[in-house]
């Protein structure tokens, strides 16, 4: 079992940077890879970032390549985002996910992610 709690967000403008945190609690965090999704009002659940178990490899939806950064320190248990150039369609609820056992890569569908946090609000102003 693990237990994941975000923080860091909250109301930024258009090109501001925020950094998210998602500490781990549990089982060995360097055990899961690990991502971020968002989910914005009336849309639907999307894949932002994802890390493998060491942090070697990274994966990036196309809208935020670029901008965020995803990274994790496992003597810390922690998962960050470092946002930059927030823009207004960036505002979302967004999520820490650690992926099921068997997984290493990081991946970009949420069905491969076993655990969730409860999720951090983020909000760009124009």
């Known amino acids: 079992q693990v237990q994941l709690v975000e923080s860091g967000g909250g109301l930024v403008q258009a090109g501001d940077s925020q950094r998210l945190s998602c500490a781990a609690s549990?089982?060995?965090?360097?055990?899961?890879?690990m991502g971020w999704f968002r989910q914005a009002p009336g849309k639907e659940r999307e894949f932002v970032a994802a890390i493998s178990r060491t942090g070697f490899s990274t994966r990036y939806a196309d809208s935020v390549k670029g901008r965020f950064t995803i990274s994790r320190d496992n003597a810390k248990n922690t998962v960050y985002l470092q946002m930059n150039s927030l823009k207004p369609e960036d505002t979302a609820v967004y999520y820490c996910?650690?992926?099921?056992?068997?997984?290493?890569?990081?991946?970009?569908?949420?069905?491969?992610?076993?655990?969730w946090g409860q999720g951090t609000q983020v909000t760009v102003s124009s």
């Open positions: 996910a650690a992926a099921a056992a068997n997984v290493n890569v990081p991946v970009s569908t949420a069905p491969e992610y076993r655990y």
């Open positions: 549990g089982r060995t965090f360097s055990s899961y890879a």
